[in-house]
């Protein structure tokens, strides 16, 4: 049993088994997050369950270092208090729902253990388009009809500006002449590209505003395939409420849909089909649940959305000569399909940014820096 997971009592609390009895099986999850000492599946006694222990000490990068502060998008006891108060719950009428708490226990060495319902369903990283398109409907509907929620001291506020703020650590290559000719990204980066992500690195100031002044909602702000599984009967299970709090109407969606591509879990090539539906499908949703507001401006909090991808262009600069990990660290990526497929989900992006830079000023806000 890995030494970070031990906890007797909770085995047994949990599965009913004693702790030498169950096995620990380690789930994908961000290496990275200061905030997550570890999941595991835990099998024991004909029952299995999900542990998730949540830290404050491990050392990791500042850009995902844990904070103590409750607005902070990266509070490291924000997933607790979501499930301890119920909020995980809140969407469940509309046909997302999180996995059911079974323990949330507090370590004598600070840490905290959420125990959760191992969700049989199939993982969205696997879907369909059509059911891409299915989620999108119901969080729509859930986004409608809930609307910003409560005002919960423990909510994370100004996510968008804070977590992008984090990462623009490479921001001069994109500048830098050397960086661009590099053979892999000469090979995957569309034309155009380079003066798309400066433009939109000159813009994100603008984009980030615009998104603050948007119709604001309850928001999971970590919306992607990986997170996602089915629920049966038409439902989504929603995993990892780490990052929840306020929001604009359209934010989540305008996460949900680079990342399938950004991940490698839809191909770039069905990106612009799959947003077009799956952003019908969001707004027919929002409209079933009774939200009655300008609909343009949706459009504007999903296409605006693309400035959290600010740094990507600069990333992926910086790191053409590197071995391309898969997420959780699990394995490698092909670098030309990586950079394929990113390349051309930036290139989509740009043509969002570009959407928001015309409708916003049709809508009250100033132009752009750089204009329309």
Known sequence: MPEVAAAHAEVREVLGVP?????????????????????????????????????????????????????????WRREAYVYR?????????HGIRAPRLLECAERPDGDVALWL???????????????HVDHAHRLGAAQGAVGPGEEAP?????????????????????????????????????????EDMVRLHHDREWFLTVMESLPRTLCHLDQWPANVRSGGAGTSVLLDWAF??????????????PDSVLDLFVPAAELPGLAKAAYDAYVQGLRQSGWRGDEQLVRLGVCASAVKYDWLAALMLARADEEQPAYGGEGTVPAELRYRERGLTLAFLAEWAAEARQLAPRLGFPEAPSGR
């Open 244 to 257: 929840t709090g306020d929001g604009a109407l359209g934010e989540d969606l305008g996460n949900y849909l």
């Open 154 to 194: 423990w909510l994370s506020q100004g996510f968008l500006r804070d977590y992008t703020s984090d990462r623009t650590t490479d921001e001069a290559l994109l500048d830098d002449d050397e960086a661009w000719q590099h053979p892999l990204v000469q090979r995957h980066f569309p034309p155009g590209l380079r």
């Open 117 to 131: 319902e191992d969700v049989p369903g199939e993982p969205a990283t696997t879907w369909p388009l059509s059911r």
């Open 85 to 93: 108060s119920g909020l995980a719950r809140v969407w469940q009428w």
């Open 19 to 75: 702790a030498h009895e169950a096995v620990f099986e380690p789930l994908p999850h961000n290496p990275s997050n200061g905030v997550t000492a570890g999941v595991w599946r835990v099998t024991g006694g004909g029952r299995s369950a999900v542990l998730k222990v949540l830290t404050r000490t491990k050392e990791t990068s500042v850009a995902w270092s844990a904070s103590n502060d409750p607005r902070h998008w990266n509070f």
